[in-house]
Nanobody, 127 residues
Framework: QVQLVESGGGLVQAGGSLRLSCAAS???????????MGWFRQAPGKEREFVST????????YYADSVKGRFTISRDNAKNTVYLQMNSLKPEDTAVYYC?????????????????WGQGTQVTVSS
């Protein structure tokens, strides 16, 4: 089992920054693990969309075009935590952000392929 808890959301003005954290526990920390950790977001009335993914082993990163160059995903294996640094935020980034985990890497952009989800954290960007 994998448990995920997000934190770090809030209200920020356009152009500002936030850092989201996702604390993970469970069996993903095995040295043989091929889990990937993803961030998704869902705005009111819209489908959940892929934001970014990182492989737990190796740290390979992947981004949606809409956030490339503004967001950075990283992980701290010692703290069992994945981060999403969000810079140059725009009002259209407003959404509930979710952390998720799956294995293996294939279909990393597809929400339905993820087995574990956090409860979500609200990010609101004012204009």
């Amino acid at each position: 089992q994998v448990q995920l808890v997000e934190s770090g959301g809030g209200l920020v003005q356009a152009g500002g920054s936030l850092r989201l954290s996702c604390a993970a526990s469970g069996r993903i920390f095995s040295i043989f693990s091929n889990y990937v950790m993803g961030w998704f977001r869902q705005a009111p009335g819209k489908e959940r969309e892929f934001v970014s993914t990182i492989t737990w082993i190796g740290g390979a990163t992947y981004y949606a075009d809409s956030v490339k160059g503004r967001f950075t995903i990283s992980r701290d294996n010692a703290k069992n935590t994945v981060y999403l640094q969000m810079n140059s935020l725009k009002p259209e980034d407003t959404a509930v952000y979710y952390c998720a985990a799956k294995r293996p890497l294939s279909d990393y952009e597809v929400p339905d392929k993820y087995n574990y989800w956090g409860q979500g954290t609200q990010v609101t960007v004012s204009s």
